[in-house]
């Protein structure tokens, strides 16, 4: 059985292999808007893979601090009993314990960075996709 040959042809890093069959059927004008297809498809590929890895940083740095928080909190209670000799109820009312699961709701002053760390980095995506369409 003969095959037709074929024509690599290389956009933005995707290899797209083309039948010579394919591109005198169609024509050349075809075969550059599946060459354009396979780039853009590319690029978004890429845009979703930064946001996801954008949001794996996001969700990191959050259960990160949530565990932080709630150490803390567990340690300056622990100081109040024990350094300060304070009383157990005073101590238990400044110091109530925290949610260390990495869904805690954080206080608003560190939710913020890190809100604001995603916003970034989804931008950066952004800019980075519409820069390589």
Known sequence: MHRPPTVSVDVAGVALVLRIGTVSRFGPVAALF???AAQESAAQTAYE???????????????????RLAEQTGQ????????????????DLSYPARDDSPNCTLPAENATVIDAALERARYRCARENQAAQ
């Open 49 to 67: 893979a930064c946001v996801n890895n954008a949001r794996a940083v996001y969700d990191t740095s959050h259960a990160a601090e949530c565990k």
């Open 34 to 36: 599946l060459a354009a």
């Open 76 to 91: 300056d209670r622990a100081d109040c009993l024990g350094k300060l000799k304070l009383p157990p109820t005073y101590c």
